[in-house]
């Protein structure tokens, strides 16, 4: 029981990571700018806090669904809409930062340190600031847990969340390496990888704000 819970943990949290967004996206600019050692400290520091994340939305699924709803207002704004707010400022920044740094080469520092530093605090970062994964556990969490194909204790939840950090990992791994590949196959230059992904982050929160616009009328 406790190898299937650890199982749907992976494929779960994996899924989640299939359509692109701001971390596969900053996986595969990881891969191509500063190689894959670096995306390895990235994915292990992000899927440490995915594992904490998981495990806190986990507790909190069955509270939360019977207690809040996505279309609820808080103070009179949907929480949905908080949601949606979030990621329109994270995507227009994290887009602004890569138009801006698109000239840039791709450093070789021999400073291994300090980069392995940077990384690893880059992915603390943005699995802290991953606001969209409350979403996804509030109703793949609940969803998981009403029809039974994991157990509510302690050690069920701990399995299901070490396994929800294994997915993330596969998840970003499969992107950077497939980043890599895309790159060597087309011999595409940092330049035009680091302006195709600010405009698509772009493009992603010009859709969130067509999206939020469609609601509010």
Same mark, same amino acid.
């Given at each position: 029981?406790?190898?299937?819970?650890?199982?749907?943990?992976?494929?779960?949290?994996?899924?989640?990571?299939?359509?692109?967004?701001?971390?596969?996206?900053?996986?595969?600019?990881?891969?191509?700018?500063?190689?894959?050692?670096?995306?390895?400290?990235?994915?292990?520091? *992000?899927?440490?806090?995915?594992?904490? *994340?998981?495990?806190?939305?986990?507790?909190?699924?069955?509270?939360?669904?019977?207690?809040?709803?996505?279309?609820?207002?808080?103070?009179?704004?949907?929480?949905?809409?908080?949601?949606?707010?979030?990621?329109?400022?994270?995507?227009?920044?994290?887009?602004?930062?890569?138009?801006?740094?698109?000239?840039?080469?791709?450093?070789?520092?021999?400073?291994?340190?300090?980069?392995?530093?940077?990384?690893?605090?880059?992915?603390?970062?943005?699995?802290?600031?991953?606001?969209?994964?409350?979403?996804?556990?509030? *109703?793949?969490?609940?969803?998981?847990?009403?029809?039974?194909?994991?157990?509510?204790?302690?050690? /069920?939840?701990?399995?299901?969340?070490?396994?929800?950090?294994?997915?993330?990992?596969?998840?970003?791994?499969?992107?950077?390496?497939?980043?890599?590949?895309?790159?060597?196959?087309?011999?595409? /230059? /940092?330049?035009?990888?680091?302006?195709?992904?600010?405009?698509?982050?772009?493009?992603?929160?010009?859709?969130?704000?067509?999206?939020?616009?469609?609601?509010?009328?």
């Amino acid at each position: 029981m406790l190898f299937i819970t650890f199982f749907i943990g992976i494929i779960l949290n994996a899924m989640g990571y299939i359509p692109p967004g701001n971390i596969n996206l900053t996986v595969a600019q990881l891969a191509i700018n500063k190689g894959m050692r670096q995306v390895w400290y990235f994915i292990l520091s *992000f899927s440490c806090v995915e594992v904490c *994340f998981t495990f806190g939305m986990m507790r909190f699924a069955r509270w939360a669904m019977s207690d809040i709803n996505p279309n609820e207002a808080v103070s009179e704004v949907r929480l949905g809409t908080l949601v949606d707010c979030f990621m329109i400022l994270m995507f227009l920044v994290m887009g602004t930062i890569t138009w801006v740094n698109r000239k840039k080469a791709p450093k070789t520092s021999n400073k291994k340190e300090d980069k392995r530093s940077g990384s690893v605090l880059y992915g603390l970062i943005l699995g802290v600031l991953n606001p969209v994964q409350i979403p996804f556990w509030l *109703f793949f969490g609940n969803y998981v847990i009403l029809h039974e194909w994991i157990k509510t204790d302690y050690l /069920s939840l701990v399995i299901f969340s070490i396994g929800s950090g294994f997915g993330s990992a596969l998840a970003l791994y499969v992107y950077a390496h497939f980043a890599t590949y895309i790159q060597e196959k087309f011999a595409l /230059s /940092s330049l035009i990888v680091n302006k195709s992904i600010a405009i698509f982050l772009f493009v992603l929160a010009a859709y969130l704000v067509v999206k939020q616009l469609f609601v509010v009328f």
